[in-house]
């Protein structure tokens, strides 16, 4: 089996999407929070006088600029230097987490399941181990045929130690 390496980071296109998204969000939560002379009603079931009305339009505007601020992060971890997922005949190589430049190696051996997941158009290969779980996202991938070529390879890497 040939080694498979590709780089792994969110795309900076789709970073920057959601981080306008979101900042276009805060700026009409923002303005409605500072103007609200009106209640709520949220689905019939929750009434909110206009001060309460106004205080939940501002925990949007703060959960939005949060949001705001984590699609930057995306953006420079887009620019960074590309973690890898690497697959050869012994194991795979993933980024130890989200956030973290070290790396963690998986061998064949210790790997106890291996899942493909898909919430709503997003998949994930759930690789869970000896030593616990991790996930490999494709949006993270170059493109959607890598991650299927690299979720294969673990699956026959892993099949091959059985």
């Known amino acids: 089996m040939e080694t498979l390496r590709y780089p792994y980071r969110p795309k900076t296109w789709v970073m920057a999407m959601a981080g306008l998204f979101f900042a276009v969000c805060?700026?009409?939560?923002?303005?409605a929070a500072?103007?609200?002379?009106?209640?709520m009603l949220i689905n019939g079931l929750i009434s909110l006088d206009s001060g309460q009305a106004a205080i939940f339009y501002w925990v949007l505007c703060v959960l939005s600029i949060g949001f705001v601020i984590a699609g930057?992060?995306?953006?420079?971890?887009?620019?960074?230097?590309?973690?890898?997922?690497?697959?050869?005949?012994?194991?795979?190589t993933l980024p130890a987490g989200r956030w973290s430049s070290d790396t963690?190696?998986?061998?064949?051996?210790?790997?106890?399941?291996?899942?493909?997941?898909?919430?709503?158009?997003?998949?994930f290969l759930i690789i869970r181990h000896s030593d616990g779980k991790h996930s490999v996202v494709r949006s993270m991938m170059p493109n959607?045929?890598?991650?299927?070529?690299?979720?294969?390879?673990?699956?026959?890497?892993?099949?091959r130690t059985r």
């Open 144 to 159: 959607r045929a890598d991650f299927e070529t690299f979720a294969e390879a673990v699956i026959a890497g892993r099949a």
């Open 72 to 92: 930057l992060f995306g953006i420079v971890m887009s620019l960074r230097e590309p973690r890898e997922v690497v697959v050869d005949r012994t194991g795979v």
């Open 26 to 31: 805060a700026v009409v939560l923002g303005y």
């Open 34 to 39: 500072r103007d609200n002379d009106r209640g």
């Open 104 to 123: 963690v190696t998986i061998p064949f051996a210790s790997i106890t399941d291996l899942r493909i997941q898909q919430v709503q158009s997003q998949k």
